[in-house]
């Protein structure tokens, strides 16, 4: 059964297992239930957290223990507050959907109450972070850049939290400016394609097209470029062809592409394979 | 009850809600039971990501449909095999464990197997992902580099996953090398700060000292200091003070700091406040 055919020498050619990280997840939580519980410091910058990713979000608080941020959040309509403490039948009917949450995050300063609520969401399998109490964690939260669609998250795997939130922001400055649009700029051009060619049977040329796009030009060449810029690019699309990036430029303001000599050597095109 | 006291004019100062994101989690699988249907290519990412963050797997899938790379940790005994297509009961007993597994991963070319295996998941609230198929999933992958204990998952949030894994490509080329290493240093300085002073009491002291070593050191210098300037640096703790990075260059190779003039101006402490 053993066979060491996938082996040269010793040497295998699969990546090697690099234990001690974490699994890193884009968790789905648009328009799912987060239960916060508590309303402090630590409850604001949680509830940004799965604002940010479209959740619906309920804060069991007695007021008296609302931060600023988190009341701000209540009185903007934000979120949802239930006012007293926490009681195990929010995991059973809590407003507004009055079903139980889909996510627990616990950040009060009561170890006994908080693993309680940790035990009892285990039980009911809702996934849940206790802050600061690791073994009470199905997953920790990281140090995130933002940019439109994009998302950064650096993790140090608990070693250096501050050192985290340093290469974060040092990430963030190096960054092209406009990288965000230019995601968001590809996005629109995936959708404009598939308007401009709806037939499901061009699925594959659909696709290689837009691979061949992002291979011709590169990711930060793409910040540089206007709405105007996508529009004339989709009209390469069925001839199959990837124009240079200097035609796409000299097309602005309304000009074809056959006015623009292309024969000069700085023009060309990428037809896909 | 509505107060706008935390309104300046109408803007406020507290974070804006930027929606259309997700919520990027490092999810704690370490010794955890995942459940792998498939065992083709996609399947063998995914089982790498999750042995990176030390779960322990198991894959249902008949031997052959098992791609090289899979089949091989199976010889390699990092993964156990069931020689079989998915049954129900898989979601309640499974192997190596024989409990219900923590996490299902569906990598199979059969929509119809793959929506039953959803359904069975969800009825069990067990977080689940089936490969390309997004509304059946309850998270979705990044594209992450990883340096030891550092990772750093880039995701568009579906708007272009090959520029996703470009601008993750760009980032890991960025980084200064030996950032990896520094902060396994860190995490070995706590470390070896709380055998120095093991007293619980002394927490805050040495919670602030770690603070102020992080924000004294940028954390690309922190990639050049080697074991012996951690071991020197620990000298500084009774003292509650940090010293400037070119005096613990200076004690390299047993120095000791009253060895070294530092009143010629190069070189100093910071004194935690």
């Known amino acids: 059964m053993a066979s060491n055919s996938d082996n040269v020498g010793n040497v295998t050619k699969f ?135 994009l998302q950064i998250m650096v993790s140090t795997n608990g070693k250096g939290p501050r050192l985290a939130a340093s290469i974060r922001k040092w990430i963030g400055n190096q960054l092209p400016t406009g990288v965000g649009d230019a995601i968001e700029r590809i996005g629109e051009l995936r959708a404009k394609l598939r308007k401009v060619a709806p037939n499901p049977e061009e699925g594959p040329k659909r696709m290689r097209w837009m691979i061949r796009v992002s291979d011709v030009y590169s990711w930060d060449e793409m910040c540089g470029l206007t709405g105007e810029d996508m529009d004339n690019l989709l009209t390469f699309y069925p001839s199959n062809e990837v124009p240079h990036l200097d035609l796409l430029k000299a097309m602005r303001g309304g000009k074809s592409a056959e006015d623009i000599d292309i024969f000069d050597g700085s023009f060309g095109f990428s037809v896909v394979a």
Chains 1, 2 share one sequence.
């Open 15 to 149: 990546p090697k297992v690099q234990g001690g990280g974490s699994l890193i997840l884009a968790w789905q939580i648009k328009n799912k239930h987060v239960l916060v519980v508590g309303g402090g410091e630590v409850a604001a910058g949680r509830i940004l957290n799965v604002l940010n990713a479209d959740a619906k979000v309920t804060v069991v608080s007695p007021s008296s223990g609302l931060n600023p941020e988190v009341r701000y959040r209540i009185t903007n309509q934000e979120i949802t507050h239930v006012d007293r403490v926490f009681q195990p039948s929010d995991l059973e009917t809590l407003p507004p959907s009055n079903g139980p949450p889909d996510m627990v995050l616990v950040a009060v300063d009561d170890p006994a109450a908080s693993t309680q609520i940790w035990k009892l969401c285990k039980e009911r399998r809702i996934p849940a972070n206790i802050a600061d109490v690791p073994p009470e964690c199905d997953f920790y939260f990281g140090s995130i850049h933002r940019d439109g669609p």
